[in-house]
């Protein structure tokens, strides 16, 4: 299987729409309720924690199987356990009322780098709670079970709409920048990337202005064009590195993590805080479009009127996420740490059309796959024919979707077959 960077971007352009929203601050929103999920990945978590109790930001709880921490994103009182629509599913969730009071329920800083092991540094980051924040909500040490030679510092953020962690990282470098020398230690790793658009170019001065400050990171600043699916993990490792890899970075000795993960290490690395916020844009049909910082598992309605309200009386649908990738909701929900974007677009239902086989959707695909040999297995459910096609190399980037002149949900087929792939290829495992 190849991997290109998008073939047809010299004949496609994907407007980005947010030139406005990378010139506004990120704002702060103090929700009167969060929803806190106790499920992860399909299953129950344990809870430490039960209706009745005060919890502080920061107060555990629950906890996966694998002991994967679930912390409270404000301080009050658990009110109600119910079950809610989240971002990524339906599930019970803990339901907190905010006191606005802000109490944070600290954890001890790492102290100086020099006097922490690297069993400490790893501890540290199992139990801080931090995931892939671009989206994917990858638990962040799992990243880190290997050694490395390469770090890179995502803050591509190729979604359109999407501004948060170009936001919050011109804000925040030093907390990016913090989070470094830890992972240094931990990985073994030699040279460190901070890859970000050629166009961000305030985020990029920023960025090199701290490099400067730090030396002995090697930090390299990197500019890459401004194409879609560049944020791919796959896609900077080949602009960058220009290798290739079957499944993981670490296979060609890279880990990457987004911005906001460096942030949110950084915090509890330095300060021994436990990432509880995530900036999320709220954009599209709303009065005012921006950036907000909120306690994690908002409500997307209550950000939307945060952002003073639709700006539409005809029906909507919420995306969250980006437009490319996201998912879409016509009820309310709970964001989740990983949820970047909360935006709002006219829901106009589109008639799709026969599959033309024009075959745009293979020769757009950054994978190189076959979605319309994948559409058409799937439709036979012809499992076998799915796996040859390696319909779980899907990166649900949704390009195939946008591209198709039928207006099929190519994208949303892709991802049906993929789930039935690694069905089956677990079930040949046991």
């Not at 980005?16 to 929103?29: A, G, H, I, V």
């Not at 590195?241 to 911005?259: F, M, S």
């Not at 993929?418 to 079930?427: F, H």
């Given at each position: 299987m190849g991997f290109h960077l998008f073939k047809s971007s010299e004949k496609l352009t994907i407007p980005?729409?947010?030139?406005?929203?990378?010139?506004?601050?990120?704002?702060?929103?103090d929700p009167e309720f969060v929803y806190v999920p106790l499920s992860r990945n399909g299953k129950p978590l344990r809870e430490i924690r039960g209706v009745g109790d005060y919890v502080a930001r920061g107060t555990l709880l629950a906890l996966d199987d694998d002991n994967f921490p679930i912390y409270s994103s404000v301080s009050g009182y658990i009110k109600d356990k119910?079950?809610?629509?989240?971002?990524?599913?339906?599930m019970m969730a803990l339901v907190i009322q905010n006191d606005h009071k802000h109490t944070?329920?600290?954890?001890?800083?790492?102290g100086k780098v020099a006097d922490v092991s690297k069993e400490e540094i790893y501890k540290t980051i199992k139990y801080s709670g931090c995931i892939g924040f671009g989206g994917a909500g990858f638990p962040t040490y799992k990243k880190y079970q290997k050694p490395a030679q390469y770090l890179f510092i995502n803050a591509v953020e190729c979604e359109p709409y999407l501004a948060c962690d170009y936001l919050m990282g011109i804000s925040h470098i030093n907390l990016v920048f913090a989070a470094i020398p830890y992972l240094l230690k931990l990985t073994g790793a030699k040279k460190v990337y901070f890859v970000a658009k050629e166009r961000h170019e305030l985020l990029i001065e920023e960025a090199i202005n701290e490099s400067k400050k730090h030396p002995s990171y090697h930090v390299e600043v990197v500019k890459v064009p401004d194409v879609y699916p560049m944020g791919y993990e796959r896609s900077i490792i080949s602009y960058v590195?220009?290798?290739?890899?079957?499944?993981?970075?670490?296979?060609?000795?890279?880990?990457?993590?987004?911005?906001y993960t460096y942030m949110m290490l950084g915090e509890r690395f330095i300060y021994g805080t436990v990432p509880?916020?995530?900036?999320?844009?709220?954009?599209?049909?709303?009065?005012?479009?921006?950036?907000?910082?909120?306690?994690?598992?908002?409500?997307?309605?209550d950000l939307i009127k945060f952002c003073g309200g639709r700006s539409t009386k005809r029906p909507t649908m919420v995306v969250d996420g980006g437009p490319m990738a996201g998912k879409a909701h016509r009820n309310d929900f709970v964001t989740c740490l990983e949820t970047n974007g909360v935006l709002v677009f006219r829901d106009k239902y589109v008639r799709p059309e026969p599959c033309w086989h024009c075959g745009d959707c293979c020769s757009n695909c950054p994978m190189d796959l076959q979605p319309v040999q994948i559409q058409m297995a799937l439709k036979s459910k012809d499992i076998d024919r799915l796996i040859t096609l390696e319909a779980d190399k899907c990166i649900n980037c949704g390009l195939c979707s946008y591209v198709c002149p039928a207006h099929i949900d190519v994208s949303n087929n892709v991802q049906i077959a993929?789930?039935?792939?690694?069905?089956?290829?677990?079930?040949e495992k046991k």
């Open positions: 980005d729409n947010k030139e406005e929203l990378l010139k506004k601050p990120y704002t702060k929103f119910k079950e809610m629509d989240f971002a990524n599913g339906h944070f329920e600290l954890r001890k800083p790492l590195l220009h290798k290739k890899y079957d499944k993981l970075p670490i296979e060609v000795g890279a880990i990457v993590n987004n911005i509880v916020s995530r900036c999320i844009t709220v954009a599209g049909l709303v009065k005012k479009p921006q950036s907000v910082l909120t306690p994690a598992w908002t409500l997307a309605s993929k789930a039935l792939v690694i069905k089956a290829k677990r079930g």
